[in-house]
């Protein structure tokens, strides 16, 4: 009924699944759902788009943000304070300032 996205262990999104797949907020729930490949018959398929970057370590987490150095929506308040996991539509969650 539910999908939480999780980054760095903290949940990064939640949200019914069709409301996720339909409107994602968070950037990492974005480059996941654009990492999935489609099937279509008569067209040529594009490259699959990656989340450039690597997963933190967990035991040397970056400030603010965890998914920041990976980000291409980063701005500088990004790494200041890590956001809080906030409601950001009606029944959807998100950690992004952003959101």
């Known amino acids: 009924q539910r999908i ?56 040397d987490l970056p400030p603010g943000c965890k998914f920041a150095p990976r980000c291409s929506k980063v701005i500088p308040a990004c790494t200041e304070a890590e956001p809080e996991f906030r409601e950001v539509a009606p029944g959807q969650k998100a950690r992004c300032i952003l959101a």
Not at 40 to 53: D, S
């Open 4 to 59: 939480i996205v999780m980054y760095a262990g903290k949940a990064v999104e939640e949200a019914e699944v069709k409301t996720l797949f339909a409107s994602p907020k968070h950037p990492y729930t974005q480059g996941l759902l654009n990492s999935i490949p489609k099937i279509e018959k008569h067209e040529r398929r594009p490259r699959l788009q990656a989340i450039p970057g690597m997963v933190p370590n967990l035991l």
